[in-house]
């Protein structure tokens, strides 16, 4: 999804795949690697995330996101999920990520 905000303050969401702006409720969701494999990417996810929160609370459309949610992928171990009500939230939890598990099969 493509996140612009506009000089008016409006925020367009976009899907790249059909073009169409995405109206109503809006919801973010991470399904993070968090195997060995993927350590310096996980960092990425933090940082990014910050990012667009701070980057929406700029323009004051930081309640545009209305449910964050974070599923940790750990091969073989998928979850919990975990809920949030804002994307401040949504990159903390991103940030306590720490890579595990992953070394039952290895990569080919």
Request: hydrophobic fraction near 35%; glycine fraction near 6%.
């Amino acid at each position: 999804v493509a996140v612009q905000v506009s000089e008016s303050q409006d925020l367009s969401l976009t899907c790249p795949h059909c073009q169409n702006e995405c109206n109503g409720d809006r919801s973010v969701a991470y399904v993070v690697d968090i195997t060995g494999s993927m350590r310096n990417d996980i960092g990425q996810v933090c940082q990014r995330t910050r990012e667009m929160a701070s980057t929406l609370a700029h323009h004051h459309l930081h309640d545009s996101i209305q449910r964050c949610v974070l599923v940790p992928f750990g091969d073989p171990v998928i979850g919990p999920p975990q809920f949030f009500t804002a994307l401040d939230q949504l990159a903390d939890a991103a940030c306590d990520l720490r890579p595990s598990g992953g070394v039952d099969c290895p990569e080919r």
